[in-house]
């Protein structure tokens, strides 16, 4: 029997965490060049605001990095034939959705005209006519490879729900 074996490996969460660790690298370098010259000034408050506006974005960014990295860090995706099988290696913990049986599949990705550095995070879940559940996010496979795969044929598509949200954490 044929299957397909998906992990995250480090260089799929290097690729997608990209634009989030370059911009809190960003505001860790804005943040010593303020400290050093403003506060030679005494202007305490532009460092004060600076913060705060840089703060809205990265904070944001690493709970959602941290969130995407929590579902995807020692899990497996196993693609069969006629199931998919998502696995806990830490755990040991195994859900198995037979593809007859899977009854709705949920896309959640961001707005499209979203500008933020999570803009290529996105996960999508497959639930069956049981209520068993597998989450998969982008560190283990996107909803277009997922398409794609020889032996996830046998999944209608036309069950498929898109949600867009600013900040699609799992």
Known sequence: MQEHIYRATKKSIFKKSFLIWFFVA????????????LSQKGNAWGILFVNV????????SLIIFFN????????????TYNSLKFTDKKTGESIELMNAD?????LVTNRSLSRFPWIFYDYFYL??????????????????HFWLDTLTRKINSDKLTRRESYYPLI
């Open 102 to 106: 899977i009854d709705k599949i949920y």
């Open 26 to 37: 960003v505001h860790v370098a804005v943040n010593v060049l303020m400290i050093l010259s």
């Open 127 to 144: 639930v069956d006519t049981h209520q068993n559940k597998i989450i998969i996010n982008c560190y283990l496979i996107d909803i277009r």
């Open 53 to 60: 506006t840089l703060s809205v974005i990265s904070i944001p």
């Open 68 to 79: 995407y990295y929590k579902y995807a860090a020692n899990k497996i995706l196993t693609i």
